[in-house]
C-alpha cells in the first residue's frame, strides 16, 4: 500500500516581513512618481526602478489603477485629512488656538508637499478609473465635512471674526478648501515660486482674514 502524505505549506517570517517591505516600497515608488510625472507619464517599468524591483514584482501588487489607488490612500489615509479626528485631539489638548491653528497649518502643507501632484493625477485617473473616481468622490466629502469642524473650531477658539451662522458653514468650508487645496498650493509655490514660509504664512492671513 502506498502512502501518501500531504505535502504542508511553509510560512517563513522573514520571506513574509521582505515580501511586505517589497510591497511598501512599491507603493511609495508609486507614490512618488504619480505625484511627480502624473498618472500618464508614470509607467509600470519605472515603478518597478525605482523600487529596485522586477516589473513582474509590481504587477503582483496590481494594476497601474490599483497602484494609484494604493498611492492615494497612503498619502491620505489620516494623515493630513481635517476629518481624521486625531487632528482635533491634538489641538483640543492645547489651551492655545494659535499652536492648534499652526499645527493644522503645518499638516496642511506637508501633505501638498508630499501629495499635492498625486492628487491632479488622481482627478485625471478618475475619468477613466471607477475605483479612483468613487475614492476620488470620499475624499472630497470627507474633506469638506472636516473642514466645516475646522471652521467650527476656529470660531469657537476666536480665530475668525464671530461665528458664521449654521446655513453659511457649507460656504466657509468651501473657502477654507480652496485656501488649502492641492491646487491652491501647486499655483502658489510651483507655478509662482512661493517657499513654505511664505505660503505658510499666506495661508494663515487667508484662514483668519
Given at each position: 500500500m502506498t502512502e501518501t502524505r500531504t505535502k504542508r505549506a511553509y510560512h517563513s517570517p522573514l520571506r513574509q516581513r521582505r515580501a511586505a517591505e517589497s510591497r511598501q516600497r512599491i507603493i511609495e515608488s508609486a507614490l512618488a512618481l504619480f505625484n511627480e510625472l502624473g498618472y500618464s507619464g508614470t509607467t509600470m517599468s519605472a515603478i518597478a526602478k525605482k523600487a529596485g524591483v522586477s516589473v513582474e514584482s509590481v504587477h503582483g501588487v496590481g494594476q497601474k489603477g490599483d497602484l494609484l489607488l494604493l498611492a492615494f490612500r497612503l498619502a491620505y489615509h489620516g494623515d493630513s485629512s481635517?476629518?481624521?479626528?486625531?487632528?482635533?485631539?491634538?489641538?483640543?489638548?492645547?489651551?492655545?488656538?494659535?499652536?492648534?491653528?499652526?499645527?493644522?497649518?503645518?499638516?496642511?502643507?506637508?501633505a501638498n508637499a508630499r501629495a499635492a501632484g498625486l492628487w491632479l493625477a488622481c482627478r485625471a485617473a478618475a475619468a477613466v478609473e471607477p475605483a479612483i473616481a468613487q475614492?476620488?468622490?470620499?475624499?472630497?466629502?470627507?474633506?469638506?465635512?472636516?473642514?466645516?469642524?475646522?471652521?467650527?473650531?476656529?470660531?469657537?477658539?476666536?480665530?475668525?471674526?464671530?461665528?458664521?451662522?449654521?446655513?453659511?458653514?457649507?460656504?466657509?468650508?468651501?473657502?477654507?478648501?480652496?485656501?488649502?487645496?492641492?491646487?491652491?498650493?501647486?499655483?502658489?509655490?510651483?507655478?509662482?515660486?512661493?517657499?513654505?514660509?511664505?505660503?505658510?504664512?499666506?495661508?494663515?492671513?487667508?484662514?483668519t482674514g
Amino acid at each position: 500500500m502506498t502512502e501518501t502524505r500531504t505535502k504542508r505549506a511553509y510560512h517563513s517570517p522573514l520571506r513574509q516581513r521582505r515580501a511586505a517591505e517589497s510591497r511598501q516600497r512599491i507603493i511609495e515608488s508609486a507614490l512618488a512618481l504619480f505625484n511627480e510625472l502624473g498618472y500618464s507619464g508614470t509607467t509600470m517599468s519605472a515603478i518597478a526602478k525605482k523600487a529596485g524591483v522586477s516589473v513582474e514584482s509590481v504587477h503582483g501588487v496590481g494594476q497601474k489603477g490599483d497602484l494609484l489607488l494604493l498611492a492615494f490612500r497612503l498619502a491620505y489615509h489620516g494623515d493630513s485629512s481635517l476629518s481624521d479626528p486625531t487632528w482635533f485631539d491634538q489641538v483640543d489638548a492645547t489651551d492655545d488656538p494659535e499652536k492648534g491653528l499652526d499645527l493644522w497649518i503645518n499638516q496642511q502643507v506637508a501633505a501638498n508637499a508630499r501629495a499635492a501632484g498625486l492628487w491632479l493625477a488622481c482627478r485625471a485617473a478618475a475619468a477613466v478609473e471607477p475605483a479612483i473616481a468613487q475614492a476620488l468622490k470620499e475624499q472630497i466629502e470627507a474633506r469638506l465635512q472636516g473642514y466645516v469642524r475646522a471652521v467650527r473650531w476656529m470660531a469657537r477658539a476666536g480665530l475668525l471674526d464671530g461665528e458664521p451662522p449654521e446655513d453659511r458653514l457649507i460656504d466657509f468650508a468651501g473657502a477654507v478648501n480652496v485656501m488649502v487645496s492641492p491646487e491652491t498650493y501647486i499655483q502658489l509655490v510651483h507655478d509662482w515660486g512661493y517657499d513654505h514660509a511664505r505660503y505658510e504664512g499666506w495661508l494663515r492671513r487667508a484662514l483668519t482674514g
